[in-house]
């Protein structure tokens, strides 16, 4: 298996594909991840500037059966739309990288970033994982670290519940620090992480709630008392919580 593909089957492997996902790779070259992708059941779309490039990945997507599972665009790499991917993958430099990270934090939550550079310094990476790369060519590193990141859940601000409960988060990243109120009782307050979609509450201590993501609310899948299972909370109107 040559240098590419090997990289190509690590990057599919870390992306743990789903049937739904729709995977986008941002510099493709000869398509490897897209047909990786495509043959592992997922849809797939490939961007890159060089038409000789595209035209070696659509017929590298033909001779493997799955051309009717992937599109190749020719695209201004910075300006492709990203929206639709629940999957991004990025061979770009780090400062194009460091360009798209608006962009990549404006995707649905637990939307999956994969790159094969550092190039997103400041937001931690979920999974690192280095690649064996024996059979490249002399010259070049026979190892390529690979990363994983998932698009966190922008929960920063001010939340309603019904009955007067409010919920505010301090963000930075995937940490956060709640405050948890009602009326004018006793605030409660705990920090945590984000993991994409999810705010599972922090081990150990006292109980707190277990929130999920869902169409720009808060679900809480796990609740406390006075904040049950199943409530939704939203963002705080500019008149401020019911009561």
Known sequence: MVAAERLAQAIVRMAALRSDDHLLDLGTAEGRVVVAAALAGARATGVETEPELLNRARQRAAQAGVADRVVFREEDLLRTPLTGASIVVMHLPPESQQQLRPALLRLAPGTRVISDTDGLSGWPAEQTQTVELPDRSPGRLRTQRISLWRVPAPVDGAWCAPGGFQLSFRQSMLAYQATFARGAG???????????????PPVGGPLRP????????????RGIPGLPDGIRLSRRPAAGCPS
């Open 186 to 200: 006793t605030p409660v307050q705990w920090r945590g992480r984000i993991d994409g979609a999810s705010l599972p």
């Open 210 to 221: 277990w929130l999920i993501w869902s169409d720009g609310q808060l679900l809480v899948r």
